[in-house]
């Protein structure tokens, strides 16, 4: 059965510790800042925004919303616009993965992309003296001069095909979690098919109080976010949670 | 026909803009992305057999239990351990990252132990009658303190000071048992006691925050209730009024800045809908006697059984709270700063020592806490190096014992703080661990928790050798539960804040400063915690600051603009954010090298252009 992974991700349970953020790091081989990083020209696969509801102390009341990615469906805009084609949306999964050696860095996804989740490498990958001894063996670091973005932990998915493979069988829901869900302490981001009705963002989906950022646009994404709160509702149709325009990055 | 010399150019010419409009330099430029990838400046993971440990993290309290995926024998990531009983599984960023801390740029690897132990013994022997050797724990409560309270048994006008704690000692916050919870600046869900234990009760009880500053706690709470800084304890005793009297008295009310009817309302709720909890982030002692009023104590606040210990450790020096210690009557201080639960600010520690050529020592792995004050830093390992035990956190009932079993080996050079001190007084602390895991394999009380099968089987049926072999493959002893605690008296905290009290006058400094972030305080967090520090907004980076855009122009500073922070214990140069969810009259700092000096938990404070 031909897979479509989604994502649901709980806003009311988010305590937006950053356990997601440094967990994607770890297991994807992004380096630590560069020294003239900041939020513009960092690398964060997942990143949690602290959103308000636009008022003033004492009435200001916040939440934080993880965004990654969005897994956009077959009319994905950074894909269609790779001259490289370094932008492939996978059939059997429908992850949209990048190829950092197919890219050129000419940033056109990154244009693209109304989520602004993509990331591109300013500098060479660089770690403390002795550090990249703690680098994970399944994923190569990326060279400066291209595109990254979160690709579901496809290392993870790999290793999961394999195992499966040795046991003689299809790969099963438990056996593939992206490090961002595994790493989530209040089980706010959980993971699964999407055309498994059973699964939880299968279920996320038909929720009454699920939403998915800038529905409108048609991009079909495969993340569904969940609040009880009105106002955490409307961000979805802002550009990037809690940035205006000129502060997006590129 | 005759080729001429232009036929030539032209076909030259010709092919070059063909080869163009071909596949072939697109090929080139992937080709040499291809390349590039693999050039030396990009560094190339290494490959080995992977292997999975087990451990308990060691950098705060909670201890909560890591499992480890090795390469060799290299961790390259850690995660909870799902199924634990005490952790649940979580794990915070902190301890995700902790994997890196060998590594960091500013790692301590030498210092000069010996020259260090001489001074010490020299500086023992000029000790008058009226002063002290002291050790500071702070982390109170694990094997390696022990040590120390044994050591200081013996050694001349010996001190053992440890952080006050609340209720004086074995008291545990049992939140699975309460209905609803009110916190005063208790960061519950952000750090507090075991976070995977919090979550885990989160569901069965009603949270009400009460703070100046909307927190994660508060933002996340069922209720907050954003109350004027320093007002905490007047809110007590107004809801204490309520409990007694039915309604707040006004002067306690005003102060709060919330109505009468709030108020009420939160008294009646703790009332009606018990068992009640009430938390504070220090010590007010009216949110002890609230606790008392509301019956909580026993039922939500209750006692905790020791771990056990050999019986010829019992002749220690006692746990002295620091305050209780005269001023400038400390000669020797040895700081164990290697674990830290809480930094105490430095002010506080400073008037404790002699005016005249205090010795001060400290064990750290890097010059971020007390190190910047000490004479002597000896370097000490670090978690995942660490070979040490963690004592039970706030918020679990049952007594524990787990261990920091060390994931890669610490580099020469480096000191054992226990060694070192038990050292001073001739007691061999090498085996201190197996003697107390022994004590406990002996006590035969409890159950032994292991992580590879996720099973939990009584002690009484574990060999003790195999015991202490699981204990160090990150197994976890938990104690059986005491029904003995209930005639168990809960010590009152003795004093309010005295940095506060010993404020200067709020003409001179009119804000008040609040410090957030606090975890990053006292050592270095993994260089890739710029995640969330540098390369997003999620954290407030260390050293900077948010105000009210009404409280910035009152000050004279914008955004982003350096500025001074001035308290009565001095002064730190901050950059300034403006955020409108922050009070007027608030200065809502990140903690970072000198700022807890400066600010501690609250101070008053002044911000000036730089």
């Not at chain 1, 806003?11 to 800042?33: H, Q």
């Not at chain 2, 306690?252 to 009606?272: C, N």
Request: a neutral charge.
């Amino acid at each position: 059965m031909i897979a479509r992974y989604g994502m649901t991700i709980d806003v009311d349970r988010c305590t937006g510790c950053g356990a997601c953020m440094v967990a994607c790091a770890v297991e994807n081989n992004v380096p630590p800042a560069h020294q003239g990083a900041n939020d513009r020209k960092g690398i964060t696969w997942i990143r949690v925004f602290q959103v308000n509801n636009g008022q003033d102390y004492p009435n200001r009341r916040s939440a934080f919303v993880p965004v990654l990615c969005q897994q956009c469906g077959k009319d994905a805009p950074c894909a269609s616009v790779c001259p490289q084609q370094a932008v492939e949306i996978d059939p059997a999964t429908g992850i949209v993965g990048q190829m950092p050696e197919r890219c050129l860095g000419c940033r056109y996804c990154m244009a693209a992309c109304p989520y602004h989740a993509r990331y591109f490498n300013w500098w060479d990958p660089a770690w403390p003296a002795g550090m990249e001894k703690t680098l994970n063996p399944d994923v190569a670091p990326r060279m400066r001069g291209v595109v990254e973005k979160c690709n579901f932990c496809h290392g993870r998915w790999h290793a999961a095909i394999e195992r499966a493979a040795a046991n003689g069988r299809s790969i099963q829901a438990v056996d593939y979690v992206p490090a961002c869900v595994e790493a989530c302490p209040t089980g706010a981001i959980q993971f699964g098919d999407l055309n498994r009705p059973e699964s939880a963002p299968a279920r996320a989906a038909r929720n009454g109080n699920s939403f998915r950022l800038l529905e409108k646009i048609g991009t079909d994404p495969k993340i569904y976010y969940r609040s009880t709160k009105d106002w955490v509702h409307r961000i979805s149709s802002a550009p990037a949670p809690g940035l205006g325009k000129e502060r997006s990055r590129g | 026909m005759n080729t001429t010399r232009r036929d030539l150019f032209k076909f030259v010419g010709g092919s070059v803009v063909g080869a163009l409009f071909t596949p072939a330099p697109w090929r080139l430029v992937t080709d040499t992305a291809l390349w590039s990838e693999n050039w030396p400046g990009i560094p190339r993971p290494a490959r080995g057999e992977i292997r999975t440990k087990f451990t308990h993290c060691a950098l705060c309290p909670a201890g909560c239990a890591v499992r480890a995926r090795c390469v060799g024998d290299q961790p390259v990531a850690l995660a909870g351990v799902p199924g634990h009983p005490l952790s649940h599984g979580a794990l915070c960023a902190i301890g995700l990252t902790a994997h890196h801390l060998p590594y960091h740029p500013s790692r301590l690897k030498q210092g000069p132990a010996g020259e260090a132990a001489q001074a010490v013994s020299a500086a023992i022997s000029k000790c008058g009658p009226a002063q002290h050797a002291a050790v500071l724990d702070l982390r109170p409560g694990r094997t390696a303190s022990w040590t120390y309270r044994r050591a200081m048994a013996s050694v001349k006008h010996g001190l053992y000071l440890a952080p006050p704690s609340p209720f004086g000692g074995s008291v545990a916050f049992d939140l699975h048992q309460a209905k609803t919870v009110l916190s005063f600046g208790a960061p519950l869900l952000d750090g507090w006691g075991t976070p995977g234990n919090v979550i885990a009760a989160r569901e069965n009880f009603r949270l009400i925050q009460a703070e100046p500053l909307e927190s994660r706690t508060a933002s996340l709470a069922d209720l907050w209730l954003p109350i004027r800084p320093g007002a905490e304890e007047a809110l007590a005793q107004a809801i204490a009024n309520v409990l007694a009297d039915g309604k707040p008295r006004s002067p306690f009310a005003a102060q709060t800045g919330l109505t009468e009817q709030q108020i009420t309302s939160v008294a009646e709720e703790l009332a009606h809908n018990g068992p009640a909890l009430v938390l504070d982030g220090g010590q007010i002692p009216a949110v002890m006697e609230l606790n008392r009023r509301l019956g909580s104590l026993g039922r939500t606040i209750v006692a905790r059984r020791e771990t056990p210990v050999p019986e010829s450790w019992k002749k220690a020096a006692p746990v002295t709270n620091l305050a209780s210690v005269p001023d400038g009557s400390i000669r020797v201080l040895l700081i164990d700063e290697s674990v830290m639960d809480a930094y105490l600010p430095w002010s506080m520690i400073e008037r404790k020592l002699v005016p005249d050529d205090p010795l001060v020592v400290t064990f750290a792995w890097s010059r971020q806490g007390y190190a910047r004050h000490a004479q002597y830093v000896l370097p000490a390992a670090v978690y995942p190096e660490i070979f040490d035990d963690i004592p039970p956190a706030i918020d679990s009932v049952a007594a524990v014992f787990r261990i920091a079993a060390p994931l890669v080996e610490p580099p020469a050079g480096m000191v054992n703080p226990s060694e070192f001190i038990g050292g001073l007084a001739g007691l061999p602390a090498a085996d201190a661990l197996r003697q107390r895991a022994d004590a406990i394999h002996q006590a035969g009380r409890g159950t032994l928790f292991t992580c590879a099968g996720a099973k939990s089987v009584p002690v009484k049926e574990v060999k003790p050798d195999d015991f202490w072999k699981a204990l160090n493959e990150g197994g976890c002893w938990l104690d059986a539960v005491d029904e003995s605690g209930a005639g168990h008296r809960f010590l009152w905290p003795a004093n309010a804040d005295d940095e506060k009290r010993s404020s200067a006058p709020p003409e001179d400094l009119p804000l008040v400063a609040i410090t957030c972030e606090t975890r990053a305080a006292a050592a270095p967090l993994s260089p890739l915690m710029s995640k969330l520090y540098q390369e997003s907004n999620l954290r407030l980076a260390a050293n900077h600051a948010a105000l009210n855009p009404a409280t910035a122009r009152a000050c004279g500073v914008g955004e982003g603009a350096r500025a001074i922070l001035r308290t009565h214990c001095g002064s730190a140069q901050i950059e300034v954010s403006l955020d409108s969810g922050v009070p007027p009259g608030v200065v809502k700092v990140a903690a970072g090298p000198g700022i807890m000096d400066l600010c501690g938990a609250s101070a008053r404070a002044q911000v000036v252009p730089a």
